[in-house]
């Protein structure tokens, strides 16, 4: 069982080094990175994006806050439910918690978060946002099944 939570968190783990990279190549060499990550649909540029979901507008001391506050709470239940939870369950939270603490980051080394992929509603996202949505999904589904 514990062999299986700890291939779960290493998969997580290259997830979060690929989006970091991604991130980070975007940061330094964002024309190199554009042209690396064309074949992906849609547009791809970096963003800092200085805002929170849907593009509301707060103090970015108060983002931090806020952000480090969730991710704390994600990561006590976590560890908390770590026994009880099925993989699927606990590869949700885990996808939520990287994505989180990816974006967490950015914030404290860019100011901002760097979000690089045009979606074709408008949004310019990244893939801990994708991590995020995908772990939300996970979650949502696997708590109403169980109800």
């Known amino acids: 069982m514990r062999w299986r939570y700890a291939g779960l968190a290493l998969c997580v783990y290259i997830l979060f080094v690929v989006d970091r990279f991604i991130k980070l190549g975007f940061f330094v060499a964002p024309d190199e990175f554009q042209e690396l990550l064309s074949w992906l649909p849609y547009e791809q540029y970096m963003y800092l994006n200085d805002g929170v979901i849907f593009g509301w507008q707060l103090p970015a001391w108060l983002i931090i ?43 404290f080394r860019f100011g901002s978060v760097i979000d690089w992929w045009q979606m074709p509603w408008g949004a310019v996202i990244n893939l801990s946002d994708v991590y995020i949505l995908i772990g939300i999904c996970i979650v949502i589904y696997k708590t109403a099944r169980e109800q």
Do not use: H
């Not at 026994?83 to 990287?98: D, K, N, T």
């Open 65 to 107: 806050v806020l952000s480090a506050s969730l991710l704390i709470v994600v990561l006590l239940n976590l560890l908390q439910y770590l026994y009880q939870l099925r993989s699927v369950e606990y590869f949700g939270w885990m996808l939520i918690f990287v994505g989180g603490l990816s974006n967490v980051l950015d914030r």
